[in-house]
Nanobody, 115 residues
Framework: QDQLVESGGGWVQPGGSLRLSCIAS????????MNWYRQAPGKEREIVAT?????????NYTESVKGRFAISKDNVKNAVYLYMNYLKPEDTAVYYC???????WGQGTQVTVSS
């Protein structure tokens, strides 16, 4: 059974950093493109970052996080990460890990950016 478990969220002041982790089971992240999404209160879920299958040498980001966020993966640990730097209040959301091909979602981890 596929499962994605996110962790690493929390409260941080503007300008701070967080690292989100997503541990996969039931499939190998090596074989799949993987996504991070987020959903802010009252807003639709939006894609934040994508990393390609196999070596993960291709990453794509939504415009609002380019230069601040970085997605990576560890095929040995079967994990995907989202490094978030220079966080802004508008980054406040629940962040979700996703395997689009298998339609698998994690439970989400809350990120709150405020002073």
């Amino acid at each position: 059974q596929d499962q994605l478990v996110e962790s690493g969220g929390g409260w941080v002041q503007p300008g701070g950093s967080l690292r989100l982790s997503c541990i996969a089971s039931g499939f190998n992240v090596y074989n799949y493109d993987m996504n991070w999404y987020r959903q802010a209160p009252g807003k639709e879920r939006e894609i934040v970052a994508t990393i390609s299958s196999l070596s993960g040498d291709q990453q794509n980001y939504t415009e609002s996080v380019k230069g601040r966020f970085a997605i990576s993966k560890d095929n040995v640990k079967n994990a995907v990460y989202l490094y978030m730097n220079y966080l802004k209040p508008e980054d406040t959301a629940v962040y979700y890990c996703n395997n689009p091909r298998r339609s698998t979602w994690g439970q989400g981890t809350q990120v709150t950016v405020s002073s």
